[in-house]
């Protein structure tokens, strides 16, 4: 499989060999759907508390009597059916929203979503990506200069110049091939690959 490579100017100006196992697997929608959602829900916190009908604050004062007013019987104003009352099933905090995925299958899923966008020429591949200073600026120039706005950058050594200087730019986001994850993958428009980025995923997904 040929990447594209581009300079600084964000021209093609040659191809980098990349594994086919990785940059040419055919698309799973189903897989990737199933590695986005289960990413999704594991990082979720359950916490979210409902109240049941002997938790809710009320009187056990019974609302009306029993007979002669011709509505439903009503012991107290705590009972689900009534507006303010408890919940059947309420929510607890430790509830566990986590989904199991295999390595495989995330694998799997990472490397069909990068070989999609390979097809649809969203990834691309440089030799480094770095700046001289912890400066927003000279990341927004570099990026304005290669025709990229909003882009994931994935590198193979994310220093604190580039770290400090990415971080406030909101539409684009600097991480380290550790830090892969199909969310990100998917959510931006264009990609840009480290070529020791592309060396560190052939080793670790491949």
């Known amino acids: ?25 055919d698309y799973n929608e189903a897989l990737v759907h199933q590695v986005v959602t289960a990413y999704q829900a594991n990082g979720r916190f359950g916490n979210r508390a409902q109240l049941t009908r002997a938790e ?14 011709g509505r439903a ?17 309420p929510n607890s905090p430790d509830e566990n929203y986590s989904q199991k ?10 490397a069909s979503i990068l070989s999609q966008l390979a097809r649809e020429n969203r990834l691309a591949v440089i030799d480094s990506f770095s700046v001289a200073a ?7 120039h570099k990026l304005k200069g290669m ?3 909003s882009v994931l950058v994935i590198t193979d050594n994310l220093d604190d110049n580039l770290l400090l200087a990415s971080r406030n730019l909101p539409n684009v986001l600097v991480i ?22 592309v060396a560190k995923m052939e080793e670790m997904l491949a």
């Open 1 to 25: 499989m040929e990447l594209k490579l581009i300079n600084d100017q964000g021209q093609q100006a040659a191809t980098v060999s990349a594994s086919d196992t990785l940059f040419g697997r």
């Open 56 to 69: 809710v604050r009320h009187s056990t004062k019974k609302p009306f009597r029993q007979k002669g007013t």
């Open 73 to 89: 019987r009503a012991g107290m104003t705590s009972s689900p059916l009534w507006r303010g009352g408890g919940r059947i099933f």
């Open 101 to 110: 995925v295999n390595r495989k299958m995330y694998r799997a899923g990472i």
């Open 134 to 140: 912890p400066k927003t600026k000279l990341v927004a």
């Open 147 to 149: 025709g990229l706005e």
């Open 176 to 197: 380290e091939v550790q830090q892969t994850d199909p969310v990100s993958l998917v959510r931006f428009p264009q990609v840009l690959v480290t070529k020791g980025a």
